[in-house]
C-alpha cells in the first residue's frame, strides 16, 4: 500500500470517528461546504475544517496580528493584551469548551484564528473611524468581521482567496461578542446564498442580528466575549484606568473580581447550561451578571477619556492618508506604497470588481498601528535631510 492510500486510509477513519466520537449536534468535518471544489482538501491526509485553521494560519492577515490594538493603543507596556495574543485566548477557551460538549475542535479553531482578522489599526476607534469614511463614499459601513472574511475570500493569495469552507466563514462573520446575548441557537441549514445575502445586508444595517449555523461558531462567539471582558478589566487596572474596587460588586460576587476568576466561572456555567442541547447558553444569574459587567467596561474603560487623548488625532491622519490614497490610484502613481504593496500581481478579478475607496479601505483595513503611524509620518510630516560632510 503506498503512501497516498495508507494516509486516506487514516483520514477516512478519522472522519468515521467523529461520527462516533462528537455530539449530534456537532458539525462533522464531512459536512464541510466550499464554494469551489479543492483537490488539495479532498486527497490530503488533514480534515477539512483542520485545512481551515492551517491556512487562515499562514495567511499574511494572521501575520498582522502581532502588531495590533486590542483595546490600548499609543501605549509603551509590554503586558498588555494585543490582538495576537486576544485571539489565541479565544481559541484556547473556545477549544476547552468545545472538548466538553463534544464539538468540533477544528472548526472552532479555524473560526477563532480568523475572527479579528479584519480590524484595523487602533482597534474599535480604528474600526467607528474608518466606517465614517466609508459611509461618506457610500460604501457602506465598515465592519471588522466581514473585512475578515474579504481577507481571506478576497484579498488573501493576491486576490485568489482561501477557498475555505462555509461553517468557517459563517462563524467569523457572526461572532459578534460585543453583543449580548445570555443563549445562541445555530440558525442552521445555511448556503452560500444566505452568506453572501447576511453580508450585503449587514453593511446595510449593522444592528442586522447575525446568529452562526454552528454550535461551534456559536461557542467561538461566547468564548470572544470571555475571553476580553476580564482581560481588559485587569489591563485597566495595570493602567491606572480604573480600580478592581470599581467593579460592581454585584458582578464580583457571582463572576468574581479578576480576570482568572470571571474566565473560569463563565466557562464552567456555560459548559454545565449547554451540556446535551442544541444551543449554548449561560445560566439566567450569570449571564445577567456578564451583561453588567459588559456595561461597566463600556462605560468606564472603552468610553474612558483617559484613554481617548489622541482619539482626534488619529482620525485626522485616517482621513489623511485615505484622500492621499484615492489620489494616487486616480493618477496611477505606481510608486505609491498602496500599488508596490498591495496592488501588485493583484488578480484581474479584484480589479474589475473593487472601487477606488474599496481598494483604499481594505489597504488601510490591513495595516498595522506601526505601519499606518510610519505612513502618516512619512507623507505628512517633514522629513529632515542630514547634510553634514557635504560642501559646496
Request: hydrophobic share 35%; charged share 30%; glycine share 6%.
Amino acid at each position: 500500500m503506498s503512501v497516498e492510500e495508507k494516509v486516506k486510509n487514516l483520514r477516512k477513519r478519522l472522519d468515521d470517528l467523529e461520527g462516533k466520537r462528537l455530539s449530534e449536534f456537532a458539525c462533522k468535518s464531512v459536512d464541510a461546504l466550499r464554494i469551489a471544489s479543492d483537490p488539495s482538501v479532498e486527497t490530503g491526509h488533514r480534515q477539512e475544517f483542520s485545512v481551515d485553521a492551517d491556512r487562515i494560519m499562514h495567511s499574511m492577515a494572521y501575520t498582522r496580528y502581532i502588531d495590533k490594538t486590542q483595546v490600548f493603543f499609543l501605549i509603551k507596556a509590554d503586558h498588555i493584551t494585543h490582538r495576537v495574543l486576544h485571539v489565541q485566548l479565544v481559541s484556547k477557551i473556545a477549544r476547552t469548551i468545545g472538548r466538553l460538549l463534544c464539538l468540533n475542535e477544528d472548526l472552532i479553531e479555524a473560526i477563532a484564528l480568523g475572527h479579528d482578522l479584519g480590524h484595523t489599526p487602533f482597534g474599535h476607534d480604528g474600526e467607528t473611524i474608518l466606517s465614517g469614511i466609508c459611509q461618506k463614499l457610500n460604501i457602506g459601513f465598515f465592519l471588522h468581521n466581514i473585512q475578515s472574511v474579504r481577507f481571506l475570500q478576497d484579498i488573501e493569495r493576491k486576490g485568489r482567496g482561501w477557498n475555505l469552507s462555509l461553517q468557517t466563514l459563517d462563524g467569523i462573520l457572526c461572532h459578534d461578542g460585543e453583543i449580548h446575548k445570555i443563549i445562541l441557537i445555530p440558525s442552521v441549514k445555511k448556503d452560500f446564498a444566505d452568506f453572501n445575502r447576511d453580508i450585503k445586508e449587514k453593511r446595510k444595517n449593522i444592528h442586522l442580528p447575525l446568529t452562526p449555523m454552528t454550535m461551534e461558531g456559536c461557542v467561538v462567539r461566547m468564548a470572544d466575549t470571555i475571553s476580553y471582558i476580564g482581560r481588559d478589566i485587569d489591563d485597566a487596572i495595570r493602567l491606572g484606568v480604573i480600580k478592581r474596587e470599581d467593579i460592581p460588586t454585584e458582578c464580583t460576587e457571582i463572576l468574581g473580581n479578576t480576570n482568572g476568576k470571571i474566565v473560569y466561572t463563565l466557562v464552567e456555567d456555560l459548559i454545565a447550561n449547554s451540556m446535551n442541547h442544541g444551543h449554548i447558553t449561560f445560566s439566567q444569574t450569570v449571564g445577567d451578571a456578564l451583561g453588567k459587567l459588559k456595561e461597566f467596561n463600556t462605560e468606564c474603560i472603552y468610553r474612558n477619556n483617559t484613554i481617548k487623548k489622541e482619539t482626534s488625532k488619529i482620525k485626522l491622519m485616517f482621513n489623511l492618508l485615505f484622500e492621499k490614497y484615492m489620489q494616487d490610484i486616480e493618477k496611477g502613481d505606481e510608486n505609491s506604497e498602496i500599488f508596490s504593496s498591495f496592488l501588485s500581481g493583484m488578480a484581474e478579478s479584484y480589479m474589475k470588481n473593487t472601487s477606488n475607496a474599496e481598494i483604499v479601505r481594505d489597504f488601510i483595513a490591513g495595516m498595522t498601528d506601526d505601519y499606518f503611524l510610519n505612513r502618516c509620518n512619512l507623507h505628512f510630516m517633514p522629513q529632515q535631510r542630514d547634510m553634514r560632510g557635504k560642501t559646496g
